[in-house]
């Protein structure tokens, strides 16, 4: 029965669609842009011609319909911005006579020029009207074709933003927006940054960044700004990515990101993904290959990784990417979970005309500086000399930030004088802890445009659950805290994996208030650690500050027996727990301040 209803509201839609097309025709008076003998330069066209047009016009009706059962079976299904561009991919595809001898679900992923993507656009909003009409007039809104829905919306924004499109590769950015929009996967940056006027662009020693036009307290808000989202494992991350480079501009070299770091020297080879950009973008008009591959170098070079919404997400700031990193920075990033709204806040007093600068990343200042510098050489390019790699003491004096490298490598006692047993067995003890650290973590490596590979990084090896990686870090935690100190990099990357591990099993549903309780009291324990090796109010430290919180309330639920660890451990770690949410508060404080501030 649903089958029989379905073709009869297909015929209905089609008979639809096409009455509203010949009754535009009809109501409006022909004018050079809308009469079917006309071109759009007003030549007059022939009768055949015009017949031509007018049904391939209509013929893509056809080709929605079929791009939207060949990328989509459910006609309930909410699409993907991915799918979105599948399907247009398609119908392009089908209204330049693209099909032979190309992959129509790839070939046309992006706008290929300015009047053709109209005539698409235009055919995309007729067909979701009378998919809308039709529906209603037969009294089945039940049926109603949701897919085709949504894409009607996105395209009735996409020619809502043409008349401020100047290119093809422009245009793409607005089908971008508008499919974020429509699939509410992820937020689409749509207000402009708000910068502060106490900071300015300079450019020195050929280095640019921000610098303070005048002396800034601690607290101070100095950037808002919502990132361009793009999930990463997509097949056309490359092309679009590189789109969203070139379409806002953003390789100008006063005003845009910062060059790869290979543009000071010899080009390398082209990365695998910046061929593939080039690809992606290679019917676009007016987009060279050249172009579309040093647009992706730039934006992967600016861009960063993180989670959006539980989902691993490619973000690209246009300011932010301005600011360079410090090992020591006196800058903290605060970034909101759903949107990816980035604000950016002094953690420190700054002197006028000091740089502002941030952490690139947090996990790498929790080690010694050979490997933070060599590990930055390989993702970012530049040989950090930082206050902190330098071996200097920061701006306001109060630390000596090479101290904190020291606890990094400190061991669990200090070699003994005169007593060579002593020091054999302390030795022995850290070749059981490398051997235990190396158990868990193993070296990251990258390759480079050069084609050589660098290491980036540690990575934790895969274990195959949860469980299995809480009992390996604790059984690798009782060798390494047998001969390195608590502060210790190795102590401290392992005793975060066994943190997480606990709080995952925390998380299990019909986890008990003990193992809530076990997670919770290693956190605080862990986050004693953490507080002596960052610099006070950065996002890692509010970070765990949120972790605490998230674990209290999680424990607060478990009735009775829950209620009563809550107090146990508030009473046990009173003193944990205040600094915590002491350094939440103030930093929630200070960004309160400069969201007003901003806005005026």
Same mark, same amino acid.
């Given at each position: ?41 007003? &030549? ?222 010899? &080009? ?91 952490? @690139? ?65 302390? &030795? ?69 994996? @066994? ?102």
């Amino acid at each position: 029965m649903r089958d029989s209803t379905l073709v009869v509201v297909t015929v209905a839609i089609a008979a639809a669609w096409l009455y509203r097309r010949r009754s535009r025709r009809l109501a409006t008076p022909p004018t050079p842009t809308d009469d079917p003998t006309k071109s759009t330069d007003g &030549a007059t066209k022939s009768p055949a011609k015009a017949q031509a047009s007018f049904e391939q016009e209509e013929l893509l009706f056809v080709a929605i319909r079929l791009a939207l059962d060949s990328c989509v079976q459910s006609t309930d299904a909410l699409m993907s911005p991915h799918t979105i561009r599948r399907v247009m991919s398609r119908v392009r595809c089908a209204c330049l006579d693209l099909d032979d001898g190309v992959d129509p679900d790839a070939a046309a992923r992006f706008p290929i020029n300015l009047a053709s993507e109209r005539t698409v656009q235009e055919a995309v909003v007729e067909a979701a009207a009378a998919e809308a009409e039709a529906a209603a007039a037969a009294g089945t809104p039940e049926l109603v074709d949701k897919r085709l829905l949504q894409l009607g919306r996105c395209a009735a924004e996409v020619l809502a933003s043409m008349p401020s499109c100047a290119s093809a590769v422009q245009l793409a950015v607005a089908c971008h927006t508008a499919s974020l929009h429509s699939s509410a996967a992820a937020a689409a940056a749509d207000a402009p940054p708000r910068v502060s006027g106490l900071m300015e662009t300079r450019e020195v020693a050929g280095e640019r960044g921000f610098y303070a036009k005048q002396t800034l307290s601690e607290g101070t808000l100095v950037l808002a700004e919502q990132p361009h989202c793009f999930a990463g494992d997509e097949d056309d991350f490359a092309g679009l990515l590189s789109a969203h480079v070139l379409g806002r501009g953003l390789l100008d070299r006063a005003t845009g990101l910062r060059p790869t770091p290979a543009a000071a020297g010899a &080009a390398p080879a082209l990365s695998k993904n910046a061929t593939e950009a080039a690809a992606w973008l290679a019917r676009v008009e007016g987009v060279s290959a050249a172009a579309a591959a040093d647009a992706y170098e730039a934006g992967e070079n600016n861009g960063f990784v993180t989670t959006l919404r539980g989902q691993p997400t490619s973000i690209l700031f246009e300011k932010l990417a301005r600011f360079n990193h410090s090992c020591w920075p006196n800058c903290g990033l605060s970034r909101e979970e759903a949107t990816g709204m980035t604000r950016v806040y002094t953690v420190a007093a700054v002197p006028a005309d000091a740089e502002l600068k941030i952490s @690139y990343s947090d996990e790498f200042v929790l080690y010694p500086t050979q490997f933070r510098r060599a590990f930055l050489k390989a993702l970012f390019g530049f040989e950090c000399s930082c206050q902190r790699c330098a071996g200097i003491e920061d701006e306001s004096g109060e630390w000596l930030v090479s101290l904190v490298d020291a606890l990094l490598e400190e061991p669990k006692e200090a070699p003994s004088i005169g007593s060579a047993q002593a020091n054999a067995r302390l &030795a022995s003890a850290q070749v059981d802890a490398r051997r235990a650290h190396a158990s868990l973590f193993s070296l990251k490596k990258t390759l480079l445009p050069s084609g050589v590979s660098a290491v980036s990084g540690f990575a934790i090896k895969e274990q195959p659950s949860w469980q299995h990686a809480h009992r390996a870090a604790e059984s690798a935690l009782e060798a390494l805290r047998a001969a390195w100190a608590p502060t210790h990099w190795m102590v401290v990357s392992t005793e975060a994996l @066994y943190v997480r591990a606990l709080e995952e099993l925390a998380l299990v549903p019909g986890a008990t208030a003990a193992a809530v309780q076990a997670a919770l009291e290693a956190l605080l324990e862990h986050a004693d650690v953490m507080v002596k090796l960052y610099h006070p109010h950065v996002s890692a430290v509010i970070e765990l500050a949120s972790r605490v919180d998230a674990l209290l309330a999680l424990l607060g639920e478990a009735g009775s027996k829950g209620a009563k660890a809550v107090a146990k451990v508030r009473k046990a770690r009173a003193k944990a727990l205040g600094r915590l949410q002491q350094q939440k508060d103030v930093v929630a404080g200070w960004l309160e301040q400069g969201r007003l501030a901003l806005e005026k």
